[in-house]
């Protein structure tokens, strides 16, 4: 294969924020989602939607990265950076369709708060992900994944407080079941949040 | 330690082979296991069986790789690929040792259907790895890579099916929670499947 | 950023073993936790608080990777040692985490079993992490890894006995799904120390 060494098209750092914009989106429709008290379908059938198109971004960046001779930063980190960030939306994708298939009806809130944190942090990986491109956002970069590990931290809390609950109040093993996978889900997202934060924190250290 | 720059012995597409002759035989195997109605325990033997045939196999390719200095292609490929093949028949022994440990007597019907797409896939993936060691069946071995892919979409929704089904129609808590097992744990199987042949897809295109 | 060509400071042996020996330490205080029938809720919170401890070796390893140049070994394996070694002790505080979430008292005597293996495991590791600094320990460090992969497959057994156990004598769906989870868990921390001994057997074997 013939690399291209400066290639035009390289543009990870659009792609980057592609698929970060996919996961902002797809926050913003799952908190709709799940806040009405009752499961809006069409805001759930939005995170689906919005998941093959952050696919899209993913593999345009694997391509690339098959193609280039030189990268803006480690390869390793650019795989382990568009993972990530694919990743989180495929776990937002796997919760809504979990709601579906287990064909929940009344949302329990704690899931409202999981998803209200779910969005903040695919906001401030946006702000990381966005700053990465130019070292004089080193600060601002910075400041943003320590808020994601913040709100790792909470949401850490979070399940646990939920399960806890659940396994205290509910009475049906079913019901138990399901919720407990869910609360789960919904923390995994924020564990991978905290994972591609990782990714950035290492990128911006070693550019620094 | 002395590299050897060009070692014989360094027969990567042969070990690769012996590990995906491994999962296709298991594949069978689970597939006669299952399909019979009731379980087929001898044939459940055999899995198992196959299972440690194919760790030497695996363990060969590493021991390979620690040894050569030039490989047929970058060292990270080879050892996600050899990983990957290796999952799947671990994966495949996962639910094999499972149902024994549940005691599962009468299969569920669903899981028959699993059995079947389990196999395709491994033999989809059997094509793509004999192919890869001749950039001649570059066609021939991305066909097979997109095979693996569709029969892995199927298997989601197989798995959401499945899942919908066992909560909706199933009364016996403790039932769901093995089945409900069973049924991911299938799913994985061709999820890992899908992982070999991005493998191969992404060695394919960087020699092309 | 300035690369240390010969960083005194890259006491990446040193990192390693303050590790392992949090590994050891947790290991310790979980047994003392969960041997005496009724759960022990001081020994308990020593698993957390060695995790946190933990981290902050872990993060000095990340840390010392990105600002080396020069490594006793491959980046990449420095990388997987470090996180196999926190993984061990993260999975252990889980474990804790779980048996307080899920208000149990009475500890069920498979779980003193895992206890006891996890330890040995922790042991053979700080064994084997100890002597990797110095190939003449070669063989006592290789001694080592496969005790604990021997451990790691009696641990595969005791999961499924202890399984069997649980889905045949216990009653009481709820109490199923909590016990099975806390065996999966304690068979996942003998898992990650066999990663962790795979890790060292790969540095030994290219270095040897």
Redesign the interface.
Same mark, same amino acid.
């Given at each position: 294969?013939l690399f291209n060494f400066f290639p035009k098209d390289a543009n990870f750092f659009e792609l980057f924020e592609k698929q970060s914009l996919c996961n902002v989106k797809a926050a913003e429709a799952f908190r709709i989602a799940v806040s009405g008290g009752m499961l809006n379908m069409e805001a759930l059938a939005q995170v689906v939607k919005l998941e093959s198109e952050a696919d899209e971004a993913t593999h345009a960046v @694997?391509?690339q990265l +098959?193609k280039c001779f030189i990268t803006p930063f480690d390869r390793e980190d650019i795989h382990s950076l568009t993972k990530a960030l694919d990743d989180i939306i495929d776990m937002m994708n796997t919760i809504s +369709?979990r709601l579906q *298939?287990? #064909?929940i009806t009344d949302v329990k809130k704690n899931l409202v708060e999981f998803a209200l944190v779910m969005e903040a942090s695919a906001k401030a990986i946006d702000t990381a992900v966005k700053g990465m491109k130019d070292m004089q956002n080193y600060d601002k970069v910075m400041a943003a994944c320590m808020e994601i590990s913040r709100l790792e931290n909470i949401s850490d809390s979070m399940r646990?407080t939920a399960? &806890?609950g659940l396994?205290?109040n509910e009475k049906d093993? *079913?019901v @138990? *079941? #399901?919720w #407990?996978e869910l609360y789960e889900e919904a923390e995994t997202v924020m564990d991978i949040c905290a994972d591609a934060a990782h990714v950035v924190e290492?990128i911006m @250290?070693?550019? &620094?």
């Open positions: 294969m @694997i391509m +098959n +369709n *298939v287990y #064909k646990d399960l &806890a396994f205290e093993p *079913v @138990i *079941v #399901k #407990k290492s @250290i070693k550019q &620094a």
